[in-house]
């Protein structure tokens, strides 16, 4: 006979993986393919985490940074591979991203990463991280879980991030919607050149979502009729494509992430205004 509880479960297990909560976690906390990556500062998973959680860093996820590369790019498979199976990440993990410290864009940047691998359909974030563990009851430790290497296979996809030409050959059409994710300023171009952004402003058409609207102030993402609005505000209809855009491709991430979780087609441009902005053949726009 099947309890209350488990069919509650398996129904969830049907859902969208892309948000798990406190309570879910709590309760397959003990799953023996279950794995933890913590997205924070190192002082502070050092000082609290929940146990059995992995620290997750940028270098861990991102290309060698050169003069040739913006300040973040997409590792090799073989490269993200094996730092995944070092996490102890097997074809068969179920893996729970969450953040301390408000690292959400460092936290969705990773999920963006994951599923670029192939891994988003057994890949979650936490929503609001280790402080809404926390809230619920949830325990920490300071204990650092043994090395446990997996075996991994990843399938990277091609419907993810997207270049510079992409984003080009779409600034009219009517079915794409670019968003900006930087604050208001940056959008305006209100703040002077610099060397790795020489015209300010922001790509031509473009709405603005700034990437902290994605969040509400408990910490949790909008829910998602709220993040429909939010995109519906900037002109994003549904079947609409939305291209995400930052600096140089991480706060785009949470707009790519709730724009994903609203039902979506959404890419990002990972080379993003740092790119653009040095790329004379492109226009940039800049309100007077």
Same mark, same amino acid.
């Given at each position: 006979?099947?309890?209350?509880?488990?069919?509650?479960?398996?129904?969830?297990?049907?859902?969208?993986?892309?948000?798990?909560?406190?309570? &879910?976690?709590?309760?397959? *906390?003990?799953?023996?393919?279950?794995?933890?990556?913590? !997205?924070?500062?190192?002082?502070?998973?050092?000082? *609290?985490?929940?146990?059995?959680?992995?620290?997750?860093?940028?270098?861990?996820?991102?290309?060698?940074?050169?003069?040739?590369?913006?300040?973040?790019?997409?590792?090799?498979?073989?490269?993200?591979?094996?730092?995944?199976?070092?996490?102890?990440?097997?074809?068969?993990? @179920?893996?729970?991203?969450?953040?301390?410290?408000?690292?959400?864009?460092?936290?969705?940047?990773?999920?963006?990463?994951?599923?670029?691998?192939?891994?988003?359909?057994?890949?979650?974030?936490?929503?609001?991280?280790?402080?809404?563990? @926390?809230?619920?009851?949830? *325990?920490?430790?300071?204990?650092?879980?043994?090395?446990?290497?997996?075996?991994?296979?990843? @399938?990277?996809?091609?419907?993810?991030?997207?270049?510079?030409?992409?984003?080009? =050959?779409?600034?009219?059409?009517?079915?794409?919607?670019? !968003?900006?994710?930087?604050?208001?300023?940056?959008?305006?171009?209100?703040?002077?050149?610099?060397?790795?952004?020489?015209?300010?402003? #922001?790509?031509?058409?473009?709405?603005?979502?700034?990437?902290?609207?994605?969040?509400?102030?408990?910490?949790? !993402?909008?829910?998602?009729?709220?993040?429909?609005?939010?995109? =519906?505000?900037? #002109?994003?209809?549904?079947?609409?494509?939305?291209?995400?855009?930052? #600096?140089?491709?991480?706060?785009?991430?949470?707009?790519?992430?709730?724009?994903?979780?609203?039902?979506?087609?959404?890419?990002?441009?990972?080379?993003?205004?740092?790119? &653009?902005?040095?790329?004379?053949?492109?226009?940039?726009?800049?309100?007077?």
């Amino acid at each position: 006979m099947i309890t209350a509880l488990a069919l509650a479960l398996a129904l969830q297990g049907t859902q969208d993986p892309m948000l798990v909560s406190a309570q &879910w976690l709590a309760q397959h *906390a003990r799953d023996p393919n279950l794995v933890l990556l913590h !997205v924070g500062p190192p002082a502070g998973y050092d000082s *609290a985490h929940i146990a059995g959680a992995r620290l997750l860093g940028f270098a861990d996820i991102a290309a060698p940074r050169d003069s040739t590369r913006p300040a973040l790019e997409l590792p090799t498979p073989a490269q993200l591979d094996s730092m995944l199976e070092l996490k102890g990440i097997s074809d068969d993990s @179920r893996i729970v991203i969450y953040q301390s410290d408000e690292w959400f864009t460092p936290a969705s940047r990773a999920y963006l990463t994951l599923y670029w691998a192939g891994l988003g359909a057994r890949t979650s974030i936490l929503d609001g991280g280790i402080a809404a563990w @926390r809230r619920n009851g949830g *325990a920490v430790t300071r204990d650092v879980p043994a090395a446990r290497r997996g075996s991994l296979t990843i @399938r990277p996809r091609s419907d993810v991030v997207v270049t510079a030409d992409y984003v080009a =050959a779409r600034l009219t059409d009517p079915r794409t919607a670019i !968003v900006d994710a930087r604050n208001e300023r940056f959008y305006l171009g209100n703040y002077p050149s610099r060397p790795e952004e020489p015209r300010p402003g #922001h790509l031509p058409g473009a709405f603005n979502i700034p990437f902290p609207s994605i969040v509400g102030d408990s910490g949790l !993402v909008l829910s998602r009729d709220a993040l429909r609005n939010l995109f =519906a505000a900037a #002109h994003a209809e549904p079947g609409d494509q939305i291209i995400a855009y930052c #600096h140089i491709g991480q706060q785009a991430t949470l707009v790519w992430f709730g724009a994903k979780l609203a039902g979506y087609d959404v890419r990002l441009y990972d080379g993003s205004f740092t790119q &653009w902005s040095g790329l004379l053949q492109y226009p940039v726009e800049r309100p007077q």
